[in-house]
């Protein structure tokens, strides 16, 4: 059998890499080096469950995250080790296609825009959010997106911590430490550039920023997760990106997109991948949309309650599986007790 995948980057590699220990494939990729679109933050656990050792690579480890409420409560989760990696990117995505060349794919530098010359027995579209192809076979993609922006500066931050401040409607803003800067974003439903421009001149209020020079500045879309869309054809199947494998809480989509991948090459590719992943795709966007429909004061809320049971997290949490923290957390007869208690106050924006 022959496969082709169309689209070089992270989940198209993961994905050549899984179908090359069976048959030939082929990686079709248009860019000489892919364009960064990401803030190249990957949980330790998510790579294990890859099976990916990139950590040589990495430029900074992650032990825990600050959440910083609209109405300017804080909330701390310390995992005590390293909890994520920091990538560069464009380096991550070599050394991945690196591993697919390795495991036997060979690499074309080559747009694909007509599938009918393709031979192969497997098309496997990686394509990321390019969705042109979809549109000309007319297969189902996302319609619903994030619109990221981010610079990369020279901020005070503490480099063992990412922060996340619900200051975006629909989102958050984020500082990941990488070396001696730090990549500094959000992502919004409109133009997320004013948003960003207003949390700069809200850091350089408190003095964080080091230095105005931006040594970087990354465009890009995220697409909304939708349980709905079909992405197995037969002969052709989505991934990643191209397939709205994406966590809807955070926009992070190469773990669970990698998990897909690992499936690109089964006969039942979509019921290998919703029976592994797609209980943890919905419980993200079920939190996003209930995220999305809180007044400030109510996060403001939720967040302290997260705050007093923030053990629970930093034991059991996984930046990931959603779920672990929820079942943890469910479990816990106290947080059940406290969240009866804001209950009423929540409802008010839920009904
Ligand atoms: C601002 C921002 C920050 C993000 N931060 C994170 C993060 O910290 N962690 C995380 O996990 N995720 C993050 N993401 C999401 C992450 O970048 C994507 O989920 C990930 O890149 C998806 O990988 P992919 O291989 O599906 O698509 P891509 O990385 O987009 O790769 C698709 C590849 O296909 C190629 N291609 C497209 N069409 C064709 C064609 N017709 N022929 C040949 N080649 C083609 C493209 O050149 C590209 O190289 C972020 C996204 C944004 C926008």
Redesign the pocket.
């Known amino acids: 059998m022959t496969i082709s995948v ?7 590699s993961i994905a050549a890499v899984s179908c090359s220990k069976f048959d030939s494939v082929e990686i ?4 000489k080096e ?2 960064v ?6 949980s330790k656990s998510g790579l294990e469950r890859l099976g990916i050792s990139a950590e040589k690579i990495a430029k900074n480890r992650i032990r825990g995250a600050r959440f910083f409420s609209p109405l300017g409560g804080m909330f701390e989760i310390d995992g005590k080790q390293t909890k994520a990696h920091v990538f560069d ?1 464009s380096e991550f ?1 070599s050394f991945l296609l690196n591993l697919a060349i390795d495991s036997g794919a060979k690499f074309l530098n ?4 007509d599938i009918s010359n393709l031979k192969s027995d497997r098309i496997i579209l ?5 969705y ?2 979809h549109r000309k076979l007319g297969l189902d993609m996302p319609r619903e997106f994030l619109i ?3 610079y990369e500066m020279r901020v005070e931050c503490d480099k063992d911590f990412v922060e996340l401040h619900f200051n975006v409607p629909g989102f958050f803003s984020w500082i990941i430490p990488v070396e001696d800067y730090a990549r500094v ?1 959000l ?1 919004a439903r409109t133009n997320p550039v004013p948003y960003l421009d207003k949390f700069l001149q809200e850091l350089d209020e408190k003095g964080r920023i080091l230095s105005k020079n931006i040594l970087n500045k ?1 465009f ?3 697409p909304v997760y939708n349980p709905k869309l079909k992405t197995d054809y037969g002969r052709l199947i989505t ?4 397939a709205g494998h ?1 966590k809807a809480t955070t ?5 669970l ?1 990698g998990i897909a991948a690992k499936f690109s090459y089964e006969k039942n590719y979509e019921v290998k991948w919703r029976s592994e992943i797609g209980r943890e795709l919905r419980l993200h966007l079920f939190i996003r949309r209930f995220l999305d429909r809180l007044s400030d004061k109510n996060l403001d809320r939720l967040l302290s309650v997260l705050a007093d049971y923030g053990g629970i997290i930093e034991k059991r949490g996984d930046m990931d599986i959603a779920s672990k923290s929820i079942i943890a957390l469910a479990k816990n007869p106290k947080f059940i007790a406290r969240l009866m208690l804001e209950m009423p106050y929540l409802l008010i924006d839920l009904i």
């Open positions: 169309i689209g070089g980057g992270p989940i198209g079709y990729e248009e860019h892919q364009p679109q990401c803030s190249g933050l990957i990117r995505d080559k747009r694909i825009d990686a394509t990321g959010t390019n042109n192809l990221g922006a981010q974003g992502c990354n890009g879309i995220i991934v990643g990106d191209a994406v926009g992070g989509g190469i773990v997109g």
